[in-house]
């Protein structure tokens, strides 16, 4: 048996970045979420006795910010990345890249990692590399890819590179041999099926038996403190109590949205549950371990099953009375009934964001494959403000092919819903979906669209009858306009305070640092 050469892998978040555009406004507000997969990976490596070291860049150095033309990079710099990565000494470093827009600063990461330790070994995952996998193995410094929800199949590499089994035993990896890069996905590159999806195999899907087995996250890995006292906490923001925790009671999505990268994530299982017992189990772990106060769903799509959402939403109400809940990704419309709400209120739920994107039926259902039954959303909207919750709803305008029109039906619909909050972006093509490959074959990216490089707040794709400027401005002056509107609401009616929970003025006090469209100092 070969002597075993990898015992400890150190797990990198790579830094944070937002787009500061020429007016100096900010294209995105800063982040700062504890990584629930970087927990999982941990949490399987130690359950096989490998060890495990957490490097967060982003939240580690939060506070620290450089500008590197035309973005703020916020984390760690260079220098104490490479002293924390020398002092963790690891066998092997895994980068994860959720977000395409941080692909470059990942590969930068690599080659100093790879220039500083040589002989580490380096392995990239997350849904940048499963979108493009070849693009990604394109750089030398990185050694592996492996593609989709990772949990088994990276212990099953640390396995294989200490000679337990062949490497070609590894689901869904991407490494070289003899300087080419070879792949262990069943049937080669991913076969396109149906809708333009490039679905992992049966073989090459991760088993769905797995996510009751799964051990919680290793949260005691993590420097929590740093999620918990980064100026997102509190109030109008992300959170609304200072201890929260980020969880999953699913995984995957049954459904194929063409600019979503969920079904590249899950394979052909796609949308699989945990039961209510192991949810309640490991909320119950988080309060007892790290007295969270506050939990959020991060799932793709929280509300899929309504038997399954109303069974688990009464235990919540049930069991955990002094917790509050929110689900800050998207929420599916079409999932939602009266019910649903009442129960989401009764288990103090403060917020709920709807996923609506286009305000045309047309484009909703042969464009981006959504089906939102628009009719249903303004009584909706009155029903959840009526239940005492923050609505806010996500709005997407560019898809290839929309017309003028039908980008104006999506901004008078954003208006015309009394909402407390919407956010409109403009639709960005995702490595590993329908829309890029779309995009791809009918030319329609911007000249200047970096994929390794991403904005999510400038226009990336070619529309037939609006220029790109004009779609930033259509999408900017919403955003002003909506303002607007909201301050003459707030002088007219006072402002009105939200269900509070633990104290009145949580929301008011929220106090962001940066908000779009407030100029941002760079010589601060
Ligand atoms: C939670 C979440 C957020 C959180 C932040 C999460 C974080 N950790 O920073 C918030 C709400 C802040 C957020 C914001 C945004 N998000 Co978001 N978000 C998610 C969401 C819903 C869940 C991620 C998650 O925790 N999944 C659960 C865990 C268990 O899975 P995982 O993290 O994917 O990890 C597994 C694998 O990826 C893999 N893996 C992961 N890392 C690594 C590393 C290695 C070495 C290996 C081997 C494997 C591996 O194994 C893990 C375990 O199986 C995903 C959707 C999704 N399906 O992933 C979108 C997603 C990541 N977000 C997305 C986007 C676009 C955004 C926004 C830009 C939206 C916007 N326009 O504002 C913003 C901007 C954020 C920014 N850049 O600053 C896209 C990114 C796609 C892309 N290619 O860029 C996603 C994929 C959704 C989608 N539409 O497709 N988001």
């Known amino acids: 048996m070969a002597a075993r050469r990898i015992r400890k892998v150190l797990l990198v978040s790579p830094p944070g970045k937002c787009h500061l555009r020429e007016d100096g406004s900010l294209g995105e507000r800063k982040h700062c979420t504890p990584h629930l997969g970087l927990a999982y990976l941990a949490a399987n490596l130690l359950k096989h006795d490998y060890e495990a070291e957490i490097l967060d860049i982003l939240a580690e150095g939060y506070h620290e910010e450089r ?50 330790l040589p002989d580490v070994p380096i392995v990239m995952g997350g849904q940048h590399p499963s979108g493009m996998p070849m693009d990604v193995m394109a750089h030398r410094e990185v050694d592996y890819v492996l593609i989709g929800e990772c949990d088994d199949s990276f212990v099953d590499l640390l396995e294989a590179l200490n000679g337990r089994h062949s490497i070609e035993q590894v689901s869904g990896l991407y490494y070289r041999d003899n300087g080419e890069v070879k792949d262990t996905l069943s049937h080669g590159r991913p076969a396109v099926v149906g809708d333009g999806w490039q679905y992992l195999s049966l073989r090459d899907s991760p088993n769905p038996r797995q996510l009751g087995e799964l051990s919680f996250p290793a949260w005691h890995l993590f420097p929590i403190a740093a999620y918990w006292n980064s100026e997102v906490r509190i109030g109008g923001g992300d959170v609304m109590r200072e201890r929260f925790a980020v969880m999953v009671s699913t995984r995957g999505c049954p459904w194929t949205c063409t600019f979503c990268t969920s079904p590249l994530m899950g394979g052909f299982k796609g949308y699989r549950k945990r039961t209510n017992e192991d949810v309640v189990r490991e909320i119950r772990w988080l309060i007892e371990t790290f007295g969270v106060e506050e939990i959020q769903f991060l799932d793709d799509n929280f509300f899929v099953s309504k038997p399954r959402v109303k069974s688990l939403l009464r235990v919540l109400a049930q069991e955990f009375p002094h917790i509050v809940f929110s689900v800050p990704a998207g929420t599916e419309v079409n999932a939602l009934d009266h019910e649903v709400v009442d129960l989401m209120a009764k288990a103090s739920f403060y917020k709920v964001t709807l996923a609506i ?97 991403l904005r999510y707040s400038v226009a990336n794709i070619k529309l037939h009858d609006v220029s790109r400027a004009e779609l930033e401005s259509i999408r900017r002056n919403v955003w002003l306009e909506y303002k607007k509107r909201q301050e003459t609401k707030q002088v007219a009616s006072g402002i009105r305070p939200f269900r509070v929970f633990g104290g009145v003025g949580d929301y008011e006090n929220a106090g962001f640092r940066q908000v779009p469209g407030q100029v941002y100092r760079t010589d601060r």
């Open 357 to 453: 994107e286009a305000g045309d039926q047309e484009v909703q259902e042969s464009r981006i494959d959504k089906n939102v039954k628009l009719s249903r959303v303004p009584e909706m909207v009155d029903y959840i403000r009526r239940a005492g919750l923050e609505t806010r709803a996500l709005f997407m305008i560019g898809f290839p092919g929309e017309t003028r029109a039908q980008i104006m039906r999506t901004v008078d619909l954003a208006l015309s819903l009394d909402v407390d909050d919407f956010y409109i972006s403009l639709c960005t093509p995702l490595p590993g979906t329908p829309l890029y490959d779309e995009c791809v074959q009918k030319g329609l990216l911007e000249d200047d669209f970096d994929v390794d490089n």
């Open 67 to 116: 500008f590197v033309e035309p973005f703020i990079l916020y984390g760690l710099n260079p220098q104490e990345t490479l002293e924390r990565t020398r002092r963790a000494a690891p066998d092997m470093i895994g980068i994860s890249v959720l977000f395409s827009n941080r692909a470059k600063e990942s590969y930068e990461l690599a080659r100093m990692f790879k220039r500083e």
